[in-house]
């Protein structure tokens, strides 16, 4: 329950660090929760501590490798690695994302974010045009809501450019 509720008041709050807290929490009370540990990460992931993000991703991943939400902490290990400016294997691990769960769409639009920066682009347009057709309601301008530092809004508006995804 602490896990889900750090989710909520992180994502629909915005209170970022009042959410890791709880989530951080569920960790001493369950250090076996897969759910606490992929919430960790996205959470240090908004706040931009890639490092700690990708311990957390991980550690999910080893704890449950065959879990049927693995795509979570896959998308989220291919957004740290985009933030750190390592577009292949941020790209690698959305791939593994959309494989499990071609529906998720955060999981395409990383892959996107992934290719158009090392210049991909025609991949990266191939993605977003099916995402524009799946979620017309996509903008850059949404991507603001979640990251906290300037630099990851900016580096994922360049990609979102890139690949097409209109302001």
Known sequence: MLARAGQV???LLNEIEDGLALVSRAQELDENL???WYSSGWEHLFLGDVD???KQFHIA???SPLDPLL???QTGIAYAHF???RYDDGASWARSAVLQRPNYLDAQ???AACLAMPGRVEEARVICARLMQLKPALRISRIKTK???AEDIERLSQACRIAGIPE
């Open 9 to 11: 008041i992180s994502g």
């Open 34 to 36: 897969v759910i606490a």
């Open 52 to 54: 700690a993000a990708l």
């Open 61 to 63: 991943v080893r704890l």
């Open 71 to 73: 795509f979570f902490a």
């Open 83 to 85: 933030m750190a400016g």
């Open 109 to 111: 639009f990383i892959l």
């Open 147 to 149: 990251f906290r530092r």
